[in-house]
Nanobody
Framework: QVQLVETGGGLVQPGGSLRLSCAAS????????MGWYRQAPGKQRELVAA???????RYADSVKDRFTISRDNAKNAVYLQMNSLKPEETAVYYC???????????????WGQGTQVTVSS
């Protein structure tokens, strides 16, 4: 079994900051890309940021220069530092990882259960 567990969501005022964490555990041989997605009510899930095992990153245009994704390969963890948050960024934030369970298996996509981020005064 593979499990992704997110922490760090909550309520923050506009302009504030939050840091999300996600740790992968279980039968893990290797992790390729890890990332964060978000889904607001009535909207499709969208990519926020992603990072490869080598450290290459990419961001949604709307969060560039405000959000920073990082990962700790030794801990199978990925983080999202979110600054200058806006009310329209209220959403459930999901951790995602492309994981190989053993040297013979193909990579599979895994998701966390999601953590609520609410930006409101």
């Amino acid at each position: 079994q593979v499990q992704l567990v997110e922490t760090g969501g909550g309520l923050v005022q506009p302009g504030g900051s939050l840091r999300l964490s996600c740790a992968a555990s279980g039968n893990i041989y290797s992790i390729n890309a890890m990332g964060w997605y978000r889904q607001a009510p009535g909207k499709q899930r969208e990519l926020v940021a992603a990072v490869t095992s080598g450290g290459s990153t990419r961001y949604a245009d709307s969060v560039k220069d405000r959000f920073t994704i990082s990962r700790d390969n030794a801990k199978n963890a990925v983080y999202l530092q979110m600054n200058s948050l806006k009310p329209e960024e209220t959403a459930v934030y999901y951790c995602n990882a492309l994981i190989r369970k053993n040297r013979y298996s193909v990579e599979a996509n895994y998701w966390g259960q999601g953590t609520q981020v609410t930006v409101s005064s």
